[in-house]
T-cell receptor, first 113, second 110 residues
Framework: GAGVSQTPSNKVTEKGKYVELRCDPI?????LYWYRQSLGQGPEFLIY????????DSGLPNDRFFAVRPEGSVSTLKIQRTERGDSAVYLC???????????FGSGTRLTVV | DQQVKQNSPSLSVQEGRISILNCDYT??????FLWYKKYPAEGPTFLIS?????DKNEDGRFTVFLNKSAKHLSLHIVPSQPGDSAVYFC?????????FGTGTRLQVFP
């Protein structure tokens, strides 16, 4: 597609439930990133994929968070046992390996009630 | 520990005037800086960048200035237009990730 696509755009879930957030990067972009933006904050890095492998997952807050990119294209961010503090906008970006080539999707707004 | 700081949460400027958005950083090893613009319900979009080997980069109405000794950068928008109203994020590129500030909401009024 022309841009980075994220689905769903909004997700409301109950505390303790499992959620999956999907990211479709720009075709041909080998690098894919997940960021999280909490209210009043800037985006915070979660994880970076180069191809199929997670090159840097140092931003994942704890082991409830996991992300995959099995075929080097679409990525899924998975959150287990959601907590109210997980409520945020989750942003995905892909890149043609230049920092100026970073393109963000519109994000998934996750609300844990 | 906030490595990139935007101390002004909001700025209001009249159309046609200059908007100056400021950003400070703590890590002298950062060597590339970017400004992103974000509209509601959209992802951040790249605006302009600067390498640490330069002290100024200009693109149309947008100019970014870098003062390495002060660990400070600023974005100048001249002239400001109502369509510039958005949240602006400063970011530093560090290895494989961007480190963002908390953003400044710019409102340009007629």
């Amino acid at each position: 597609g022309a841009g980075v696509s994220q689905t769903p755009s909004n997700k409301v879930t109950e505390k303790g439930k499992y959620v999956e957030l999907r990211c479709d990067p720009i075709s041909g972009h080998t690098a894919l990133y997940w960021y999280r933006q909490s209210l009043g904050q800037g985006p915070e890095f979660l994880i970076y994929f180069q191809g199929t492998g997670a090159a840097d997952d140092s931003g994942l807050p704890n082991d409830r968070f996991f992300a995959v990119r099995p075929e080097g294209s679409v990525s899924t961010l998975k959150i287990q046992r959601t907590e109210r503090g997980d409520s945020a906008v989750y942003l995905c970006a892909s890149s043609s390996l230049t920092v100026m080539g970073y393109t963000f999707g519109s994000g998934t707004r996750l609300t844990v009630v | 520990d906030q490595q990139v700081k935007q101390n002004s949460p909001s700025l209001s400027v009249q159309e046609g005037r200059i908007s100056i958005l400021n950003c400070d950083y703590t890590n002298s090893m950062f060597d590339y800086f970017l400004w992103y613009k974000k509209y509601p319900a959209e992802g951040p979009t790249f605006l302009i960048s600067i390498s640490s080997i330069k002290d100024k980069n200009e693109d149309g109405r947008f100019t970014v200035f870098l003062n390495k000794s002060a660990k400070h950068l600023s974005l100048h928008i001249v002239p400001s237009q109502p369509g510039d109203s958005a949240v602006y994020f400063c970011a530093a590129y560090n290895t494989d990730k961007l480190i963002f500030g908390t953003g400044t909401r710019l409102q340009v009024f007629p």
